[in-house]
């Protein structure tokens, strides 16, 4: 099929690795000028060179989009996209008895504010062209809270009610928010996720790995190249019609009828 958004322009954030490198390489295919940031540089360029390689055009600009200086730079890099996908590392697990207001700031900033910041620069330029595609990437834990990730499921749910409200605005301007919930993706986000409960178990990793595999009614982790693909989905010409949705990808996991 084709997506209809050859000639696009996207800024796909933490774009460098795991769930973000698949939509940036998904959008790239898609023949979209994609722009991808993330705070390592060295990953970042190799991220960008090996799309170059496979035919597709992108910029890389490394900085960290939770910050004033990062997000500025991304926008210069990337002005006015007409797609922007929104993704920021996970605050780390642990029990909500040991955080402190800082430690809530932070994830707030990263996983919440970060986000809203770049609809709020980028959204009405959207409005004016008739045409936009805003993703974000949050997390399965936004339908199932995940005890341990009590930072995440808080900015995240934050970030998923407020767009709840705006995606029902600006549709009719043909501009779409929704959300892209993963489950357990082989990323290192999964990885730290499964090292931090063996480490509190005593156990091998690689046995939590398993189990974890097995619970899942798919038998396996999903690939950052499903991801992809879906996101450039709802980024396409063809999903002009979903909007304010939050679709969860997590082999089934989320036990549930609706």
């Known amino acids: ?7 696009r322009r996207a800024l796909v954030c933490a774009g460098s690795k795991g769930l973000g490198r698949g939509c940036a390489e998904a959008l790239a295919r898609e023949g979209v000028i994609v722009t991808i940031t993330a705070r390592g540089k060295e990953a970042l360029e190799k991220t960008a060179d090996e799309i170059r390689a496979a035919g597709g055009k992108v910029t890389a600009v490394a900085g960290d989009i939770t910050t004033p200086e990062g997000r500025s730079a991304a926008l210069a890099a ?17 029990d909500f008895r040991d955080w402190t207001p800082d430690d809530w700031m932070k994830a707030l900033n990263a996983n919440m504010i970060t986000a809203i910041e770049l609809i709020r620069a980028t ?5 004016a062209r008739k045409w936009g595609r805003i993703v974000n990437i949050t997390s399965g834990s ?3 809270p995940i005890a341990i990730l ?3 499921n808080g900015a995240r749910t934050g970030l998923t009610g407020f767009c709840a409200g705006i995606a029902r605005q600006v549709v ?3 501009v779409t928010i929704n959300g892209l919930l993963p489950g357990p993706f082989d990323t290192d986000r999964l990885r730290s996720s499964m090292e931090f409960e063996a ?10 790995a398993k189990e974890r595999a097995q619970n899942n009614p798919a ?7 499903e991801f992809g693909a879906a996101c450039a989905f709802l980024c396409s010409a063809h999903a002009g019609y979903i909007t304010g949705q939050n679709l969860l990808m997590d082999g089934g996991a989320f036990n549930s009828s609706i």
């Open 1 to 7: 099929m084709d997506m209809g958004i050859a000639g």
């Open 78 to 94: 990337c002005k006015d996209p007409d797609i922007l996908i929104n993704n920021a590392g996970g605050p780390p697990p642990g």
């Open 123 to 127: 959204l009405d330029p959207m409005i």
């Open 142 to 144: 936004v339908k199932s």
């Open 150 to 152: 009590g930072l995440s």
């Open 172 to 174: 009719k301007d043909g």
């Open 199 to 208: 480490r509190k178990a005593g156990r091998p990793v690689a046995d939590i």
């Open 219 to 225: 038998k396996r982790f999903g690939t950052s190249e």
